[in-house]
């Protein structure tokens, strides 16, 4: 078993060996051209990305956006990620379609012994979001974490344990504190109530038309 096998299979690895350090240094170089582009460079953004991630990609990115490979990253159709996401993908993460992530968050998908005398040495663990999620602002996920469809993260949450779908979770741990459900469809903040036609308004004023 080689170092890049065993950083998939959950053993204990170094990185300085067998191109790890290139493969690292060249993604840096693209990081660093991502997010020195100009507001307005918007096909140079999405050529960069495609040369990150290692093939065509349906996301909007607010730079700064930090990654260690970006090889390692899967990111599904129409994501939308905020100013100033770290995504340490040594091990995989798996992002499903339609996630949106607030600014500032953390994926980990790396560990280290915690005695002192092995804590040089790191594990991987991949993490997963699936579809329809929503990850609140400077949220941290811990390697191996799976977030489940259509679940939402509360802003500032540890997550440090799989979140089943459909869930509201929150806090440090994050601890799933409701389901999402019906009253949701109907209120979109406290008591503020959706209605047909301030939605429809939302759409005319932006220039489209509803999805629903």
């Not at 996630?99 to 040495?121: E, Q």
């Not at 609140?136 to 489940?148: F, L, M, R, S």
Request: charged residues 25%; hydrophobic residues 35%.
């Amino acid at each position: 078993m080689n170092m890049r096998e065993r950083i998939a299979n959950g053993k204990l690895f170094l990185d300085d060996c067998e191109g790890l350090p290139e493969e690292r240094l060249q993604a840096k170089k693209r990081m660093m051209q991502f997010n020195q582009t100009m507001p307005d460079e918007i096909e140079k953004r999405f050529q960069l990305l495609d040369e990150i991630f290692g093939k065509k990609v349906n996301a909007w990115i607010e730079p700064p956006f930090y990654f260690c490979y970006g090889s390692n990253i899967e990111l599904g159709e129409e994501c939308y990620l905020n100013m100033g996401c770290s995504f340490i993908d040594d091990a995989k993460i798996k992002i499903g379609n339609k996630v949106a992530f607030g600014p500032g968050v953390t994926i980990a998908t790396v560990g280290h012994p915690i005695h002192p005398d092995y804590r040089r040495l790191m594990y991987g663990n991949p993490v997963v979001i699936e579809d329809n999620c929503w990850i609140g602002a400077n949220t941290t996920i811990c390697p191996g974490v799976t977030i489940g469809q259509n679940s939402v993260i509360g802003a500032g949450s540890i997550v440090t344990k799989d979140i089943p779908r459909n869930s509201v979770a929150v806090g440090n741990p994050c601890k799933v504190i409701r389901e999402i459900s019906e009253n949701d469809r109907q209120f979109y903040y406290k008591s503020n109530a959706f209605t047909e036609e301030d939605i429809a308004e939302v759409y005319r004023l932006n220039g489209n038309v509803s999805d629903k």
